[in-house]
């Protein structure tokens, strides 16, 4: 997952970049300059065909650019490879832009000169997420939850494998009762079952 651009823009007549932030650092040194003034370009296009108060995702090659342009007309870009989360990459756009909003007056904006807003905390988001898990808490709670699943499953699987050469025993065995025999199977038989149902 690579996050890879974070775009501030303002919807007037005319589409503005207030203040953007790269990380391209996985591109060619001779590449950068040009593939930032692409994502610039792609930011300003999607913003000007998307209507005011939506959220839209684009597929353009290799990224994915998701756009949310406010009902004030504040809009935010991010440009991602296609395995970002999108809801963690709307959660950034709106913590960015409620953020923006709240630092950079509003009147200011359809005036300003392009990439001058004075918006500090665009290079610190962009490097805080590009590790979603960390970022967001509900993107790691799902990764922990997933990492819990598959240990249980293993666990589960081991204890019915081991189950399996129990079984051999608990049948040979002549030293158990016909109760503790009946109880075993029916703990066996449990296990397979939860472990049908949670697969």
């Not at 970049?17 to 999607?46: C, H, N, P």
């Amino acid at each position: 997952m690579r996050l890879y651009s974070l775009t501030i823009l303002y919807k007037g007549v005319k589409v503005l970049s207030l203040k953007a932030a790269y990380d391209l650092s996985s591109f060619g040194y001779f590449q950068r300059k040009s593939v930032q003034e692409f994502m610039q370009f792609t930011s300003q296009i999607i913003v000007e065909r998307t209507q005011v108060g939506l959220r839209t995702s684009v597929k353009e090659q290799d990224y994915l650019c998701h756009a949310y342009i406010r009902n004030d007309s504040l809009a935010g870009v991010l440009v991602a490879d296609h395995e970002y989360p999108n809801r963690v990459a709307f959660t950034l756009l709106t913590k960015i832009l409620d953020l923006f909003a709240t630092q950079v007056p509003s009147g200011s904006w359809p005036t300003m000169a392009e990439n001058s807003a004075d918006f500090s905390g665009l290079d610190e988001f962009l490097a805080k997420y590009q590790n979603p898990r960390e970022a967001d808490a509900m993107t790691k709670v799902q990764a922990e939850l997933d990492e819990t699943k598959i240990i249980m499953h293993s666990t589960i699987e081991a204890v019915l494998q081991r189950g399996e050469k129990l079984d051999d025993l608990v049948s040979k065995s002549d030293d158990l009762s016909l109760q503790s025999k009946t109880f075993y199977k029916t703990i066996i038989w449990e296990l397979r079952v939860s472990l049908q149902f949670y697969m």
